[in-house]
């Protein structure tokens, strides 16, 4: 897979992040402002604004890919990224809110190298700031009386409940040891696919594209959405803990279901049955198991496959990104931010 950043018709993935994180936050911190006393605290810790105390500090707030991608698709049909401010602002709140309950759903304790929200505030208070974070979502992109807010805003929650079916897919894989690959790949089109592909469909429309651009654009980033859990799912058994911020092994300490691990235990192979025994045994897993487990995931199969879905997926994402639009900056630039969310150390 072709990882360069740079290129001489645009600006580098990471340059297009930067831009993008410093125009969101510019609206979102006064959007933010607006949230109830309490359900603001919480946000602004998850933002990484500032501490548990409400002391501001300097940390991560991720990497704002999902905004990007909507100021660059508005850009990409010939509008402009002011233009898609809102729906930007819209689909991060959206995001955060998935990621606070997430946390909460997966017990996960650490986020971006710091304490999750529910394990700093309590259970409850966070999964409160989350349905907070969405609310705030909708009023965003309702807001400010653009001819094309009440579809936009349809769009946005057809979403918004394809996200949610792919989040209840994913936790009632927890209790099942039956769960097939395309089931698991029916789950991830929804739990991640369905924002991307609706970043870039929103900021098409935001941007005044065609019908065709719109669907094209909202095909990409639902086929880069699917790609980037991929290899979410690979950093989750593989990643370094200093780049994911997330303890090693901590895809397999849970046993999820992620997609390497079913396509491992799907394989039909001895290391797959072996996998199954070590993945449903009561008993928790020690530092030894987490190992032998993602040696059995990489014996399976499992690690190879879906680098190889990711790649295609990729490919694919990128054939739709160039029939979306002439030859532009702004497309030049989606291509690079699909390659750098699709990289294996990001």
């Not at 971006?112 to 979502?137: E, K, M, N, Q, Y």
């Not at 929103?202 to 654009?217: D, K, M, R, W, Y």
């Amino acid at each position: 897979m072709t990882t360069v950043e740079v290129t001489a018709e645009g600006r580098s993935a990471r340059e297009v992040l930067a831009w993008s994180r410093e125009m969101v936050e510019a609206a979102l911190r006064p959007a933010a402002d607006t949230l109830p006393a309490s359900m603001r605290h919480i946000a602004g810790y998850h933002f990484g604004w500032w501490d548990e105390h409400g002391r501001p500090v300097a940390t991560s707030g991720g990497k704002a890919i999902r905004p990007a991608l909507v100021l660059l698709s508005a850009e990409a049909v010939g509008g402009s990224a002011d233009a898609a401010l809102r729906p930007a602002v819209a689909v991060e709140l959206a995001h955060d809110f998935s990621l606070i309950h997430d946390d909460v759903m997966d017990g996960d304790r650490v986020r971006r190298h710091r304490p999750t929200a529910w394990a700093v505030f309590g259970v409850s208070p966070a999964i409160l700031a989350g349905d907070a974070l969405l609310t705030l979502a909708f009023e965003v992109l309702a807001a400010g009386e653009h001819p094309i807010a009440a579809e936009a805003t349809r769009a946005f929650g057809a979403s918004i409940q394809e996200l949610l079916e792919g989040q209840s897919a994913d936790v009632a894989f927890e209790g099942r040891r039956d769960v097939v690959l395309a089931e698991c790949l029916a789950m991830a089109v929804g739990k991640t696919g369905a924002l991307l592909g609706c970043a870039c469909g929103l900021g098409a429309l935001f941007g005044g594209g065609s019908p065709e651009q719109v669907e094209h654009l909202r095909a990409f980033g639902k086929d880069l959405g699917l790609a980037f859990q991929l290899v979410d799912d690979l950093l989750g058994i593989w990643g370094d803990p200093v780049v994911t911020g997330k303890p090693v092994y901590s895809d397999l300490r849970s046993r999820k279901k992620s997609l390497p691990v079913v396509a491992a235990l799907t394989s039909g192979t001895p290391a797959g049955r072996e996998l199954a025994g070590l993945y449903h045994r009561e008993q928790p897993l020690s530092d030894a198991d987490l190992v032998q487990a993602a040696e059995l995931v990489e014996a399976a199969g499992g690690r190879s496959w879906s680098q190889a879905q990711a790649d295609e997926l990729l490919a694919r994402a990128l054939q739709r990104l160039r029939l979306a639009g002439p030859a532009s900056r702004s497309i030049v630039e989606l291509g690079a931010l699909a390659r750098l969310a699709t990289r294996r150390d990001h």
